[in-house]
């Protein structure tokens, strides 16, 4: 690891509550005592083997699993394997395109780290430079893209030349019955595909690396480290950041559910009763050593979801219609209606297709009625149709979560239909994906809905998470 030429015992403390303060701004909480626990670790761990000292800082930092990415790409950023060119980069330089490809591809067979890591380094070097890229130490406009040298490079079509060498590290497997050959042929592709995606990502942080040195560590650990999926906008979130997300969703759930229950356990203890408190306190001298409570056992509450499914708002609705069916326990009934312009239940799509997440948003398309004559979504209209057809779903015990954007495109938002619906219902909250700077402009109806109901800005699945457990009933 590179200290930039000053001697360790000034540059590591600087480093490391660089580093630290780096991940506070990706959201990630690290307190006092965990840096104290950190620089710890450092002086135990010394400076001779970077990865050790990755592991440790991991173990002394982070607490969810989760933050993971963030933190090995923040790592790379304030802990370097080198500054500059890599020496192993500067003594074997590719001649041309096609031997770089042909050398990943045996790199890739034989699953060889350090050879993927000078790899990394020569495609960086040969593709990915664009502008005046001068001196590492130098400013200017030039740097270093990793998209433009994966687009160059394209690894991922490597991966039928891997497998035809028959050398995938050990992990092959001669012989046997054709269903037998044909699952280890799978298990193969899939060892290459993970391999390939390793290879793309030490390219991303090679060039992070370098950029880094030219721009400023701590203004690319702000702007060039991508955040955890749990803080990524729903409204720019791409499929795999969605996959990721959904592979978040029990856990989630599981954490929600023990906050719902708790909140429970608290709320059924009761209010304080005063009578009966200062009659206990006679046998203490008047002191109130044992209050008493009213003591009341509320039922558990019904949920019912009102959701957009149309164009980018999708996501975030898919979301969290398989979040509220995952905590289904903790409610007497959820019932979930989605719409485009007109509204279907689609509970059952939700319950029978839990496996498959993924297939969710093609399920409600082909299965429910949730569109017209026309694609574009009409809250006016979505919310006339519940009103009409479906208000008997909610009851002085139902509470609505209203999920979408709030933009009409142009049409007639029918506030007087919400208020039906509010009037019925035990609360109603509107959760919109956008922020509140973008409520109001364009077609967004979002303030005369406001009027009426609490709205709130839902732009991630940690903002999702803390509007569940802040304001579902108990």
């Known amino acids: 690891m590179s200290t930039q030429g000053a001697p360790a015992s000034t540059v590591l403390p600087e480093r490391l509550t660089a580093f630290v303060r780096a991940l506070r701004g990706h959201g990630i909480r690290v307190g006092p005592a965990e840096t104290v626990d950190a620089a710890a670790v450092l002086q135990v761990l010394g400076l001779a083997d970077r990865e050790r000292i990755r592991e440790g800082l991991a173990a002394a930092l982070l607490r969810a699993d989760r933050q993971r990415t963030v933190f090995d790409a923040t790592f790379d950023l304030y802990f370097p394997l080198g500054t500059g ?6 003594a074997a330089p590719a001649a041309d395109l096609t031997e770089l490809r042909d ?72 012989g046997g019955s054709g269903a037998s050959r044909g699952f280890t042929e799978r298990l193969e592709a899939d060892e290459i595909r993970r391999r390939i995606e390793d290879f793309r990502g030490r390219v991303r942080g090679e060039a992070r690396r370098r950029v880094a040195e030219r721009r400023g560590t701590d203004e690319i650990a702000r702007r060039g480290v991508a955040p955890s999926a749990d803080q990524v906008d729903f409204l720019v979130a791409n499929r795999e950041q969605l996959a990721e997300l959904r592979r978040t969703l029990q856990p989630l759930a599981r954490k929600l559910a023990t906050k719902l229950a708790a909140r429970r356990r608290r709320a059924a203890r009761g209010q304080i009763d005063i009578r009966r408190t200062l009659r206990r306190s006679l046998s203490t001298g008047g002191v109130p050593l044992r209050p008493a409570h009213r003591r009341h056992r509320p039922a558990r509450p019904e949920i019912v979801l009102l959701c957009d499914v149309s164009g980018s708002v999708a996501g975030f609705a898919n979301f969290t219609m398989l979040l509220v069916q ?44 949730v569109s017209g004559w026309h694609g574009s979504s009409d809250y006016g209209s ?15 015990r139902t509470s609505v979560l209203v999920l979408g954007d709030a933009r009409t495109n142009g049409f007639d938002p029918n506030v007087p239909a919400l208020r039906r619906i509010a009037a019925r219902a035990r609360r109603v909250h509107w959760l919109n994906p956008e922020g509140p700077a973008h409520w109001g402009t364009g077609d967004s109806a979002a303030h005369a809905y406001a009027e009426v109901v609490d709205m709130h800005a839902c732009r991630n699945a940690r903002r999702l998470g803390e509007l569940v457990t802040r304001l579902l009933p108990v």
Request: glycine share 14%; no cysteine.
């Open 85 to 90: 060119e890599l020496a192993a980069t500067r």
């Open 103 to 174: 050398r990943l591809a045996e790199a890739l067979a034989a699953n060889d780290a350090s050879a993927l890591t000078q790899l990394a380094g020569e495609a960086v070097d040969m593709l990915g430079g664009y502008g005046p890229t001068g001196s590492s130490g130098s400013t200017g406009t030039g740097g270093w893209s990793a998209h433009q040298t994966l687009d160059r490079l394209r690894p991922q079509t490597l991966l039928a030349r891997v497998l035809a060498s028959g050398r995938t590290g050990g992990s092959g497997a001669s």
């Open 326 to 369: 995952a905590m289904r326990d903790q409610f007497s009934r959820v019932r979930v209606y989605a719409f485009v312009n007109r509204v279907d239940e689609v509970t059952h799509l939700i319950t029978t297709g839990a496996a498959d997440p993924a297939g969710l948003g093609q399920r409600i398309a082909t299965e429910a009625t």
């Open 382 to 396: 979505a919310l006339g149709e519940f009103a009409e057809r479906h208000l008997d779903a909610v009851g002085p």
